[in-house]
């Protein structure tokens, strides 16, 4: 028997709008959707007009799960692996499966699409050239010492950052990097998609007049980078 594949599809990150053909003609051809959440994969397949069976992958039923989605690509299936926004694996459930699809020898094929964080770099009017992804920082142990790295940092830094603690983000970095120029995208490709651009100590004042809400990219220029700028103009 043919091993089936697996598909890494990404979705949209709020719009829907933003599936990809491929992506709906992906979805279509296979025989189960793995996902994060099913009360989001459901919302997507019903705005696709599609009816596929879920099976859910999430931290609580990682090694159980990917024992049984390797064994049913072993026997023939296809399947898709979605999470509730964006691409998978990147700061979402999947790397797991995805390496152990590699060691069985099942075919990874990549559907790309929309990542906030490529999205929110691609809209900073920061260096893209070279830039260090760190998704979500230490909510507690390691916090400080990750700040104090990414201090010295000469790349551009993506963070990813939820509504609760992005207040406190943006105020340690008033604090660890003062004159690094930030850019905040929130809620991007949706309704009240914004970007707020300034140093620090800006930012946190227009957070704070405010009560926002929304998911949150963070892009804070390389050290050194506002004085080079400031010098050519
Ligand atoms: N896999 C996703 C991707 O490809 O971007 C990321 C998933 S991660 C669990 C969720 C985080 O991504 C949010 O807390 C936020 O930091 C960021 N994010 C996702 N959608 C976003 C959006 N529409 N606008 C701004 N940030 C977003």
Redesign the pocket.
Known sequence: MEPGKLFVV?TP??NLGDITLRAIETIRSIDFVICEDSREALKLLKHLEIEKPLFVLNARNETDSINKIIMKIGNGENCALT??????????PGVRLVNEAIRNQIQVVGIPG????IL?LSISGLPTDSFVFE??IPQKKGRQKKLKELSEEKRTIV????VYRIEKLISELAEYMPDRFVVI??????MF?ECMRGFPSNLLEQLSQSKIK????VIIAPKFWKEKVYSES
């Open positions: 990404a990150i709020g999470s509730d926004a964006g691409t998978p694996c990147i700061s979402d929309a990542n906030a964080a929110a998704g979500f963070l990813y950052e939820s995208c929130r809620e991007l490709t949706k998609e929304g998911e949150f990219v």
